[in-house]
Nanobody, 123 residues
Framework: QLQLVESGGGLVQPGGSLNLSCVAS????????IAWFRRAPGKEREGIVC???????YYADSVKGRFAISRDNAKNTANLRMNSLKPEDTALYYC?????????????????WGKGSLVTVSS
């Protein structure tokens, strides 16, 4: 079964940090573009970060300088380090993979999706 599974979400205070992980099973991530999307309550879905198979990255302005995406092909995993978190970062975060894509990622072109990990930033 081909799937992506996110982990690492939770409740954090403003200014805090979290690390989200995305593990693939049933396929290898080596040649895939990996992206993180989020959907906040009452807001449009947003593509926030992306990394190509070659390691090139894209960051949305809303997270640039605070978030960092990385990939570990040996572990078939992608990670999203989130620093200086703000209440407006509260959202359901999804990882996705696209075999033929580029960055920034196209939501409609992604081949595989995780079910999401909830991040809540609140004091």
């Amino acid at each position: 079964q081909l799937q992506l599974v996110e982990s690492g979400g939770g409740l954090v205070q403003p200014g805090g940090s979290l690390n989200l992980s995305c593990v693939a099973s049933g396929f290898t991530l080596d040649n895939y573009v990996i992206a993180w999307f989020r959907r906040a309550p009452g807001k449009e879905r947003e593509g926030i970060v992306c990394i190509t198979s070659g390691g090139s990255t894209y960051y949305a302005d809303s997270v640039k300088g605070r978030f960092a995406i990385s990939r570990d092909n040996a572990k078939n995993t992608a990670n999203l380090r989130m620093n200086s978190l703000k209440p407006e970062d509260t959202a359901l975060y999804y990882c996705a993979a696209d075999l033929r894509g580029s960055c920034p990622a196209n939501y409609y072109a992604m081949d595989h999706w995780g079910k999401g990990s909830l991040v809540t930033v609140s004091s």
